[in-house]
């Protein structure tokens, strides 16, 4: 199955508990067992929940029971066996049982020092032992405690339930515990439900116990001394009655602690994991409880961690928000307990609980007559299990485990390593292994062991040299050497003599040697302790001279390249090989270098060895003696040759090197060199000499096209492509055809006339470079044609010259059009001249040849002197009204060809003043600019109105125009619009018209205008009717009632009541605006009364104002807006102001209090100030009233009065859940008593 952090998944087991009977006592069994693997880290939690099941017992399967898997953490090699009460009355078959697995196979399991049984991986024993028994292997198991049925006798006889939990090894076990009660029967009998027993791992074992209440107050204490290893008491733990009341263990020695979480009889048996320092987790995930019928199970919990800030989280919401309820601190330990429960976390399918600090939290199913208990934490965050790696050959294992906790500690059979404080260690010998690590809380626990098994190598090596050689006897020297870690046995070195030799004689060191069989017996080789045998031959004529050596060994053997060496035994000689890495050359002086290799090819040492060589050059021997050359021994030699004039004519260099030594026996022993890349022997060394240029030339002017008249220059570049260098080039090129001026440079010279120039050497890869140039006269006609000759005495392999001559021909001027003539503006003062751009006509001339590049030139004078017109684009008339230029046309070759474009200045309208207008606003910001357009054309004949524009830029470029004209929007008081006006031949000026935009008369008065009267009907202040305008530039026209009156300015004073009328008038030529209002008189409201009319806890409850006296009334409820509407509904239970005045202000304000009758819909009871208890208050006054409060199912939990402080939340002072719950009240209204039901929602 896949499952992640944020998803657990449950895996239900196939089957019917009736059906399964339940495992023996004392029988091996191969299915059992249950191995869960992952490839990440999980947590792993079995629930049984068949307990009373219709057919399930203890003959069975008999639940319920939690077991919360240690994981790796789990793993041990000795456990201390135990329950949570030392009294087994109840227990099914007297005893409790303890199961043991193994995780490798042929694991030896103990008990007490005496042989269990003998378990491979995955095998189980289900057995019974005495309290504090000892449980031990010698590889890791895991081990659990419980029983088929346990039925605690403080519930007469009631209660039966299975048990199980897993027990922790003793290298896990702490000093530190909390334990908690659950909701078990109360009592301290030895039969009790709620105990604890605890058990020393060590002799002279001191436990003092400290007892709280469930407040975490100390309430008693207690201290036991256990005398020997698996000695025990039983403990009966908090105040033997309430739940989370709590007892604080503390020893001065490892203890295991069995404890029992119960609800009445039902109880489950847990392990109880360690506090303090590095035990605990920061993340616990879990699932709900259910039963055996897919049902939701209650249950509650408690974390215990040592911080009284830190904050736990419950699925991401910080616990004590959630539930409400806040940590507990017990007593001066430290620690502090969170509480929390299935229904005040939210009855979450996952329960996901987490925190920066270390926490140990158990969770305990009880209820609907089950009970399942465990610990969600880590007894410490030991290092991983260490991971065995092997050499590649075999015969080292290192370990490793989790990175990241230096120092460490690694353990063999519980005995600490020396030295071995690394992430690794290589192994010495075969046991368990453990480690430990340092957390920034302290040491971590020892990891789970491993058993490992440590394999024994050896390196054995034999070594064969010729020792020494008289005449034609040779003495070999075998020598066997165990380079390894471990010694061996049963060593033997083969070494049979070949067909080259006979044998003389043997002696060995130790051992004997058989020479008709070749074997040295040398039997057991320790390490670093080398023997030999010293083997003495007659060299024959012919026959195999490799005389070779073997070993061998019981151990394995890492590395067998060593287990075989060869010597060959020689008379006194000398091998001498001369190559020559680079076999051709091309030029005299060049160096021939060369790699000689001497080599002792006799089994004697040679002295004075001398190389010498007629042939190479002085001094470059190196080196040239060798003082000694051991056998076998190669040297390398390099020398040199100079390649001479000689060299070059005969064509190659031979080369042949001569060495002499002196043997032993003061024998000249002298050889001559071999060249290696021939199948000759002894032939001496030979390198070709060869000469050949390969001359290159390329002649360009960079152009395919000349002009008469002009000059023409040549580049001339002479390359050498080699390999030899060229000598005595002669480079020459003569004038060509019909030319008679030409000039010349390179190579260091120069001069006028034909080229003749003679090169001394050119080197391989060099290049030499000359310019040509030619004056090509102005009536030169055809094709232009230069030829360059370049030769050398030097072999050349390719006399072709492709790129040796050049030829242009004579150019064609481009195709041009002569062009309308240029008419243009008289822009500013009327004198005829202007500035004009003269590229508006490139394209006409050449007729849309973009490549051509066009000039203009003033007259025939300026094209003569080569002076074009500088700024084309920006040029200004140099003759009045008409002038004619010269227009030059030069194509890509420089080829030309001319015509003429003729300029006229044609005069302009005279600039008109802007015209200024106002504007009335009539139609929504759009105006008609056409309106203007006689007065914009002035009086100058001839003139049109060209378009109207927003900006004189537009206007002079004639584009974008506005358009309609006669619709356009200004948006803001004034606006400038430019107008083009042109005369017949396009020449315009741009006038500004400018508008002034009038807005139209909008009068806006008030709807009506008060005129407040006194108690005695006197006016206390007239209305003023005010229209907003001012009183020059407008006129104005009042009427009352209809009638003329004879006020004519902006406002009126009046006091009568009736309507009034005002007109006012533009001078702009806007038209009229009409305006009405109403004088209202009134004295303000006389009277006042508002009450119920919806009844007591209505729906909607309503209230109705009624008010008298004259004028316009507006209501108000409360603090709330004012209205017309003399009713509110949905008005909130308790006392109210109502309110009323006079919409205009006159007279005063009457308020009035009304009582609504209603109940709150929810409260929240978390001691915030805010709703933390409910009643109906506003029954208060009612003395008789009394209110019932139910929870869904009907049953009363409380009788309040209104006129009290109402209900708390709580039952029996215990916090309800949020939830719904109802309510009946009796009260009294219109003198009748009346009873109400309804109900409301406690939120926490």
């Not at 088929?148 to 922790?168: F, H, K, L, R, W």
Request: aromatic share 8%; with cysteine; proline share 6%.
């Amino acid at each position: 199955m896949s499952v992640t952090a944020a998803a657990p998944v449950s895996y239900r087991f196939v089957g019917n508990p009736v059906n399964t009977p339940r495992n023996n006592t004392n029988t091996n069994y191969n299915d059992r067992g249950l191995i869960v693997t992952a490839t990440g880290p999980v947590a792993v939690n079995m629930r049984n929940i068949a307990s009373d099941t219709p057919g399930t017992s203890v003959t069975n399967i008999k639940g319920n029971a939690s077991l919360v898997s240690f994981g790796n953490e789990g793993l041990g090699l000795s456990f201390r066996l135990g329950y949570y009460r030392s009294s087994y009355t109840g227990i099914y078959g007297g005893a409790p049982l303890y199961a043991v697995m193994a995780v490798q196979d042929a694991t030896v399991v103990s008990l007490n020092g005496v042989v269990l049984t003998t378990l491979n991986a995955g095998q189980s024993r289900l057995f019974t032992a005495p309290m504090g028994a000892l449980l031990s292997a010698d590889k890791a198991v895991v081990a659990n405690t419980g029983t088929y049925g346990d039925t605690p006798q403080a519930c007469g006889g009631n209660g039966e339930d299975g048990s199980v939990d897993q027990i922790a090894p003793v290298n896990k076990l702490g000093m530190l515990y909390m334990l908690v009660r659950g909701n078990g029967t109360a009592g301290t009998a030895p039969n009790h439900p709620e105990q604890s027993t605890i058990i020393a791992s060590q002799a002279n074992t001191v436990v003092n116990v400290i007892n709280y209440n469930a407040a975490g107050t100390q309430i008693s204490t207690a201290t036991y001394n256990l005398a020997n290893a698996g000695s025990y008491v039983s403990i009966h733990h908090g105040d033997a009655a309430t739940i989370y009341s709590s007892s604080f263990v503390s020893a001065d020695k490892p203890v295991v602690i069995y404890s029992a979480t119960a609800v009445d009889c039902e109880s489950d048996v847990s392990t109880v994991l360690p506090i303090g320092g590095c035990a605990g987790s920061t993340k616990i995930t879990t699932r709900k409880f259910i039963s055996y019928n897919n049902t939701n199970l209650s249950y509650f919990g408690y974390t215990i961690l040592e911080s009284a800030t830190e904050p736990v989280f419950i699925n991401g919401a910080n616990m004590e928000v959630v539930t409400g309820i806040s940590r507990i601190q017990i007593g001066t330990t430290g620690f502090y307990m969170i509480r929390f429960t299935n229904a005040n976390i939210g009855n979450p399918v996952v329960i996901k609980i987490t925190s920066a600090a270390r926490m140990t939290t158990s969770i305990i199913q009880q209820g609907e007559g089950f009970s399942m208990s465990g610990f969600f934490s880590a007894f410490n965050d030991s290092p991983s299990p260490p991971t065995e790696v092997i050499s590649p050959d075999m015969c080292q294992t290192t370990l490793s485990t989790t990175a990241g906790l230096s120092p460490y500690q690694w353990y063999l059979e519980g005995v600490a390593i020396p030295g071995a404080t690394a992430e690794t260690y290589d192994i010495q010998a075969s046991g368990n292994y453990t480690v430990i690590g340092t957390r920034s809380c302290g040491l971590t626990a020892p990891s789970a062991p491993v058993f490992v098994t440590h394999t024994t190598c050896s390196d054995l090596e034999v070594q064969k040299e010729v020792a020494a050689i008289a005449g034609n006897q040779a003495t070999f020297l075998i020598t066997a050497i165990n380079n390894g870690a471990n010694a061996d046995t049963n060593v033997v070195v083969t070494d049979l003599l070949p067909s080259g030799y006979t044998f003389v004689s043997a002696t060995p060191s130790v051992g004997t040697y058989t020479a008709t069989t070749g074997l040295w017996t040398i039997g057991n080789l320790a390490v670093n302790s080398p023997v030999t045998l010293v083997m003495v031959a007659t060299m024959n004529g012919t026959g195999d001279f490799v005389n070779s050596a073997t070993i061998t060994g019981t151990n394995p053997d890492p590395d067998p390249a060593n287990n075989t060496a060869q010597a060959i035994a020689h008379l006194s000689s000398m091998s001498l090989t001369k190559a020559a890495p680079q076999l051709i050359y091309y030029n005299e002086g060049e160096v021939v270098a060369y790699n000689l290799v001497l080599t002792n090819t006799g089994q004697t040492q040679l002295t004075a060895v001398t190389v010498t060589d007629t042939n190479a050059d002085a001094g470059s021997i190196n080196p040239a003696v060798i003082p000694v050359l051991a056998p076998g021994q190669s040297v390398t030699v390099t020398a040199t040759h100079t390649i001479t004039a000689a060299d070059v004519l005969v064509g190659s260099v031979s080369n042949q090197a001569t060495v002499t030594g002196q043997s032993p026996d003061a024998q000249a022993i002298t050889t001559i060199s071999d060249d290696p890349s021939t199948p000759a022997l002894l032939d001496p060394t030979i390198v070709t000499v060869t000469t050949a240029a390969d001359l290159v030339t390329v002649k360009t002017n960079n152009q395919t096209v000349y002009v008469p008249g002009s000059t023409v220059t040549y580049t001339i570049t002479i390359t050498n492509n080699g390999p030899s260098n060229a000598h005595d080039i002669q480079v020459t090129d003569a004038f060509p055809a019909g030319i008679t001026q030409m000039s010349w440079a390179g190579n260091g010279t120069g001069g006028t006339g034909a080229l003749s120039d003679v090169i001394p050497m050119l080197a391989n890869g060099s290049s030499s470079t000359y310019t040509v140039s030619i004056e090509v006269p102005d009536s030169y006609t055809g094709n232009l044609v230069n030829t360059v000759n370049v030769s050398s005495p030097t072999f050349d392999p390719d006399l072709s010259c492709p790129q040796c001559t050049d030829t242009d021909v004579q150019c064609t001027g481009p195709a041009v059009v002569t062009p309308q003539p240029l008419v243009v503006c008289d822009a500013g003062v009327q004198d005829g001249f202007t500035e004009v751009d003269l590229t508006q006509k490139n394209n006409a001339i050449t007729a849309g040849n973009a490549t051509l590049q066009v000039l203009y030139y003033a007259d025939a004078t300026a094209l003569a002197n080569g002076t074009p017109i500088a700024d084309a684009q920006h040029f200004t008339t140099t003759v009045a009204n008409s002038q004619t230029l010269i227009v030059e046309v030069i194509d890509a070759t420089g080829c030309k060809s001319y015509t003429t474009l003729e300029i006229q200045v044609i005069g302009s309208p005279a600039p008109l003043p802007p015209l200024v207008k106002d504007s009335c606003n009539v139609n929504q910001n759009s105006f008609d600019l056409t309106v203007y357009a006689a007065e914009l054309l002035g009086a100058q004949p001839g003139l049109t109105l060209a378009g109207y524009f927003t900006t004189l830029a537009n206007a002079q470029n004639g584009s974008p125009a506005i358009t309609p004209p006669n619709a356009y929007t200004i948006t803001g008081t004034n606006a400038t619009i430019y107008v083009r006006i042109e005369n017949a031949t396009g020449c315009y000026t741009v006038r500004e018209l400018r508008i002034t935009s009038i807005p139209p008369i909008m009068v806006d008065l008030e709807d009506s205008y008060p005129v407040c009267l006194d108690a005695n009907g006197n006016v206390m202040q007239n209305a003023i009717i005010d229209t907003g305008f001012p009183a020059t530039g407008y006129t104005f026209e009042w009427r009352y009632n209809g009638q003329l009156m004879s006020q004519n300015g902006p406002m009126i004073s009046v006091s009568a009541g009736g309507s009034y009328a005002v007109t006012i008038f533009s001078p702009y030529g806007c038209p009229s605006a009409t305006a009405t209002t109403t004088v209202v008189v009134s004295s303000g409201p006389e009277t006042f009364t508002a009450a119920v009319v919806s009844g007591y806890f209505s729906d909607d409850a309503t209230i109705q104002a009624v008010a008298t006296g004259t004028g316009d009334f507006v209501y108000w409820l409360d603090n709330g807006p004012e209205q017309y509407n003399n009713y509110f509904h949905h008005v909130s239970s308790g006392l109210h102001e109502v309110h009323v005045k006079d919409a205009q202000g006159c007279g005063h304000i009457i308020t009035v209090t009304v009582m609504v009758i209603d109940y709150p819909k929810y409260f929240t009871p978390n001691g915030d100030g805010y709703h933390d208890s409910w009643n109906i208050w506003s029954l208060r006054d009612q003395k008789a009233s009394i209110i019932y409060i139910f929870d869904r199912y009907e049953k009363l939990i409380t009788a309040i009065k209104p006129s009290g402080a109402g209900w708390d939340g709580n039952f029996n002072g215990q916090p309800l859940p949020s939830t719904d719950y109802w309510f009946k009240v009796i009260f009294t209204e219109n003198q009748s008593q009346r009873e109400f039901k309804a109900h409301f929602s406690l939120v926490r």
